[in-house]
C-alpha cells in the first residue's frame, strides 16, 4: 500500500499501463514537459519519451480524431482534453463518430481509446472551465463513462477503461486531484460497471459521484448523530451502470437520494431515479430526491460556487427533510 | 439578403493545374515514365468504366426507390480511379461518402457498399480492414483527422504505409480539415490529403468557399500543395503516386487539390440544373475523362476496339449482378438492432432489446 494523491494516482495509472502495454500511446495538451495543467502526468514524458507522451497542437477536435485513428490501427490511446468543458468543441468526434465506429462498421472496427478530461467545479474556474458534463457523455449510445473519486479507483478504473474494447470517456474531478488514498501495491484493475457501497446503512441511500462521493459521506455522519443511518453508493460507472447495486441497496433502505453536480435538467440522477421507480417502486417508503447544482452556468465568485454545488451542508439538510416529511406523515 | 454571387467576382485563382493528357487524349510524356505498364493503362480504363456503369446504376436503383439516397460521382471517375490505382495495398483509404469508384479499386464489393445506401445497414457492408478502405463518413471533413492518426499509428508501426483522405472544395471550409492538415504537418504523418473539387458543394460554388485555391493551403501548413486536372487520370495517377512515396518515405504530407466537375446532383435529392448554369455544365461534359483516356488508349494503341467492347461487356454484367444484389438484399435480422454498439452488451442494453423484441419475462 502507498498513499497517493488522486493527481499522482493518474500518472500512477497510466504509467502502470503504458509499462505493460508498449504500444499504449497518449495525446493532449501540456500533458508532456508541463505534466498537465493540474500535473496528474507529471513524470510520464521522462519515463515514456515524448512519442508515447505527445504534446499536441491546441486543436481538440484533431487530437480527438487523430486518437481515433490511431485507435484504427490497433493500438490504444489515451487522449488528454484539458478541461471537460471543451469536449464540446471535439463533440462531433465523439458523439458522431467515436461512439458510432463500432456499429456502423458491423463491429468490425473497434476503438480501444480512453478519453481523460478534467471535470467539475469548486475551483472558482467559472461558467467555461468548471462544468460537470458527464451526463453529456452519458445520453450517447457507444461511450462508457467513468469517474473515480478515490486514488485507488483512479488507478483501477483508468486500467479497466485502457484494456476496454470500447471508447471510454473518463471524468477526473479537478476538486479530488489533491485529496489523498490508499492504492494498493502492483497491478491494480477494476471492473468497469461496478458501483461500490462506500458506506453502509439502513435508513435511506444516497448514490453519489466524484466529488459529491466525499460531501454524501460527510453528510452521512452527520445524519448518523441524528440517529439516521445513510448508506452511501459511489457510482464510478455511469456506462455501463450498476444498477443492481443500486436496486439491492433501496430495497433494503427503502429511500432513494442522488448527489449530482451536474446540471439538474436530464441529470444523470434522473435517470437513477427513474430506475428505481420502475424496478424498486414497492421498495419504496417515500419520494426519490435529487440533490444537484442547479440549472445555471456555473459563477466564478467562491460564495455562488458554493452555493451552486450540492455541498455536505445541502445534502444532510435536504435528506433530514425529506426523512422529516416521511416520519410525520 | 445575401449580395449576388457576382459581386463576389471570380476571385478564384485556378493556376495551370498539371495534366498529361491533351483534351483529344494526346500525352506529354511516356507512360512508362510514370512505372505504367500497357496491362495497368488498360486496367485503369477498365476500372474506370466499371465505376461509371455501377454509379449510373446506383442512381437508377435509387430512381426506382431500391436505394434510400445515393450521391453520384459522375463525371470524377478519373480523380477516384487514378488516386486509388497509385496506392499500394498496404496503404489505407479514408473516404468521404462519394468515393464508390474508389472502393471499387480497392475490391469493395458494390452490393456490400451500397447497403449503405439502401439504408439496410448502418456504413456500408464490408471489412474496412480487409480492403483497407474506412467507413463512409457522412460529417463533412472529419475524415481528414482519422486519417491524419491512421498515418500516425502506422508509423509508430514503422510501416512505410501511407494515408490518403478523399473530401471536397466545401469540406476545405471545415475546421477539421485546417486542424488535419496542421496536425499532419507539425506530427510529419504520411497522409495525403486528396481533395476532389468538383466546383459544387451541394448548390454553393467554390467561389463560395474559399477565394485561395486549394492547393496554395498546404503551404501555409509547410508542405506541399499540388493542382492536378481531375480529368486526367494519368495526371492523378502521377501526382498521388508521387505523393503517397513522399509519405511513405519522408513522411510528409501532400494536399492534391484535383479540380473535376460533378456531372451529377450531390444527391439524388436534389435538382442541380437550379444552380449549376448551363454552359459550364456544357464546358465539363466535354471534358469527360473516360472520353479522353479512350482517345489516348486508342491513338497509342494500348486498347483496341475489342478491348473497348469487353469492357462494357463486363460493366454491363456487373451492373445486372450489383442490381439484383441490392434488390435481393432483404432487411437484416431485428436482433442486430442492439449488436453492435458495444463489444459486449451491457445489461441496460440486454433489458431494453428484451423489451423492444418482445423476449421480456412478462
Given at each position: 500500500m502507498a498513499e497517493l494523491t488522486y493527481r499522482e494516482a493518474v500518472a500512477h495509472g497510466i504509467a502502470q499501463e503504458m509499462r505493460r502495454d508498449p504500444s499504449l500511446v497518449m495525446l493532449g495538451e501540456d500533458v508532456g514537459p508541463a505534466g498537465g495543467v493540474f500535473t496528474p502526468t507529471e513524470g510520464l514524458i521522462e519515463e515514456f519519451g515524448p512519442v508515447r507522451i505527445r504534446d499536441t497542437p491546441i486543436s481538440e477536435q484533431a487530437l480527438v480524431g487523430a486518437a481515433m485513428g490511431a485507435a484504427m490501427t490497433g493500438i490504444p490511446v489515451i487522449a488528454e482534453i484539458m478541461f471537460s468543458d471543451f469536449v464540446a468543441v471535439c463533440w462531433d468526434m465523439i458523439a458522431n463518430e467515436i461512439a458510432k465506429t463500432r456499429y456502423m462498421t458491423n463491429g468490425q472496427v473497434s476503438l480501444p481509446l480512453v478519453i481523460r478530461t478534467a471535470n467539475g467545479g469548486s475551483a472558482r474556474f467559472g461558467a467555461q472551465h468548471s462544468q460537470s458534463v458527464e451526463n453529456w457523455a452519458m445520453m450517447v449510445p457507444g461511450l462508457k463513462v467513468v469517474a473515480p473519486s478515490t486514488p485507488a479507483d483512479v488507478v483501477g478504473l483508468l486500467a479497466g477503461a485502457v484494456r476496454d474494447p470500447d471508447?471510454?470517456?473518463?471524468?477526473?474531478?479537478?476538486?479530488?486531484?489533491?485529496?489523498?488514498?490508499?492504492?494498493?501495491?502492483?497491478?491494480?484493475?477494476?471492473?468497469?460497471?461496478?458501483?461500490?457501497?462506500?458506506?453502509?446503512?439502513?435508513?435511506?441511500?444516497?448514490?453519489?459521484?466524484?466529488?459529491?462521493?466525499?460531501?454524501?459521506?460527510?453528510?452521512?455522519?452527520?445524519?448518523?448523530?441524528?440517529?439516521?443511518?445513510?448508506?452511501?453508493?459511489?457510482?464510478?460507472?455511469?456506462?455501463?451502470?450498476?444498477?443492481?447495486?443500486?436496486?439491492?441497496?433501496?430495497?433494503?433502505?427503502?429511500?432513494?437520494?442522488?448527489?449530482?453536480?451536474?446540471?439538474?435538467?436530464?441529470?444523470?440522477?434522473?435517470?437513477?431515479v427513474s430506475i428505481v421507480d420502475e424496478e424498486a417502486f414497492w421498495s419504496l417508503d417515500?419520494?426519490?430526491?435529487?440533490?444537484t447544482t442547479p440549472h445555471i452556468p456555473l459563477p466564478a465568485a467562491a460564495s455562488l460556487e458554493d452555493l451552486a454545488l450540492p455541498s455536505a451542508d445541502r445534502i444532510y439538510e435536504t435528506v433530514s427533510k425529506s426523512v422529516d416529511l416521511g416520519s410525520r406523515r | 439578403m445575401l449580395p449576388a454571387m457576382s459581386d463576389d467576382g471570380d476571385r478564384t485563382e485556378q493556376g495551370p493545374a498539371r495534366s498529361i493528357l491533351g483534351p483529344g487524349g494526346e500525352a506529354s510524356i511516356d507512360p512508362a515514365d510514370l512505372g505504367l505498364k500497357e496491362e495497368d493503362l488498360r486496367e485503369l480504363y477498365r476500372l474506370m468504366v466499371l465505376s461509371r456503369k455501377a454509379d449510373l446504376e446506383a442512381t437508377a436503383l435509387q430512381r426506382q426507390g431500391q436505394l434510400a439516397v445515393y450521391p453520384p460521382l459522375l463525371g470524377q471517375e478519373a480523380a477516384q480511379v487514378g488516386s486509388a490505382f497509385a496506392l499500394q495495398d498496404e496503404d489505407f483509404i479514408f473516404p468521404s461518402y462519394r468515393e464508390m469508384a474508389s472502393a471499387i479499386v480497392r475490391g469493395v464489393d458494390v452490393v456490400g457498399y451500397l447497403l449503405f445506401h439502401r439504408a439496410t445497414w448502418h456504413g456500408g457492408m464490408f471489412d474496412p480492414n480487409e480492403h483497407r478502405f474506412g467507413v463512409v463518413s457522412v460529417p463533412v471533413g472529419s475524415q481528414t483527422l482519422h486519417a491524419v492518426g491512421y498515418a500516425m499509428g502506422t508509423k509508430l508501426d514503422g510501416k512505410p504505409a501511407c494515408t490518403l483522405v478523399y473530401f471536397g472544395d466545401g469540406a476545405t471550409s471545415q475546421g477539421d480539415f485546417h486542424e488535419a492538415c496542421n496536425f499532419a504537418a507539425v506530427f510529419r504523418a504520411p497522409v495525403v490529403f486528396f481533395c476532389q473539387n468538383n466546383h459544387w458543394a451541394i448548390s454553393v460554388p467554390f467561389e463560395r468557399q474559399s477565394v485561395?485555391?486549394?492547393?496554395?493551403?498546404?503551404?501555409?501548413?509547410?508542405?506541399?500543395?499540388?493542382?492536378?486536372?481531375?480529368?486526367?487520370?494519368?495526371?492523378?495517377?502521377?501526382?498521388?503516386?508521387?505523393?503517397?512515396?513522399?509519405?511513405?518515405?519522408?513522411?510528409?504530407?501532400?494536399?492534391?487539390?484535383?479540380?473535376?466537375?460533378?456531372?451529377?446532383?450531390?444527391?439524388?435529392?436534389?435538382?442541380?440544373?437550379?444552380?449549376?448554369?448551363?454552359?459550364?455544365?456544357?464546358?465539363?461534359?466535354?471534358?469527360?475523362?473516360?472520353?479522353?483516356?479512350?482517345?489516348?488508349?486508342?491513338s497509342t494503341g494500348a486498347g483496341d476496339e475489342a478491348f473497348f467492347s469487353a469492357c462494357d461487356d463486363e460493366a454491363n454484367t456487373e451492373a445486372t449482378r450489383i442490381r439484383e444484389g441490392v434488390i435481393g438484399a432483404g432487411p437484416r435480422p431485428l436482433e442486430e438492432l442492439f449488436e453492435w454498439v458495444f463489444a459486449d452488451m451491457p445489461e441496460h442494453l440486454r433489458r431494453q432489446r428484451d423489451e423492444v423484441l418482445g423476449r421480456g419475462e412478462g
Open positions: 471508447p471510454v470517456l473518463f471524468f477526473e474531478h479537478k476538486g479530488l486531484m489533491g485529496s489523498k488514498g490508499e492504492v494498493p501495491d502492483g497491478e491494480v484493475v477494476d471492473e468497469l460497471g461496478t458501483a461500490r457501497v462506500v458506506r453502509e446503512g439502513t435508513d435511506l441511500t444516497i448514490a453519489a459521484l466524484a466529488l459529491m462521493v466525499p460531501r454524501a459521506l460527510l453528510a452521512a455522519e452527520r445524519l448518523e448523530g441524528d440517529g439516521i443511518s445513510a448508506e452511501v453508493i459511489d457510482v464510478r460507472s455511469l456506462v455501463p451502470l450498476d444498477a443492481r447495486a443500486l436496486l439491492d441497496s433501496v430495497s433494503k433502505t427503502g429511500r432513494f437520494f442522488t448527489v449530482e453536480e451536474n446540471p439538474r435538467l436530464c441529470g444523470w440522477g434522473a435517470e437513477l417515500g419520494p426519490s430526491v435529487r440533490i | 485561395a485555391p486549394v492547393y496554395r493551403k498546404a503551404e501555409a501548413y509547410g508542405f506541399p500543395g499540388i493542382q492536378v486536372d481531375g480529368n486526367d487520370v494519368l495526371a492523378v495517377y502521377q501526382a498521388t503516386r508521387e505523393a503517397a512515396e513522399r509519405a511513405r518515405t519522408e513522411h510528409t504530407p501532400t494536399l492534391i487539390e484535383a479540380l473535376t466537375y460533378r456531372l451529377g446532383p450531390h444527391s439524388t435529392a436534389d435538382d442541380r440544373t437550379r444552380y449549376q448554369p448551363a454552359e459550364q455544365i456544357a464546358e465539363w461534359e466535354g471534358r469527360d475523362p473516360i472520353v479522353r483516356y479512350r482517345r489516348f488508349l486508342e
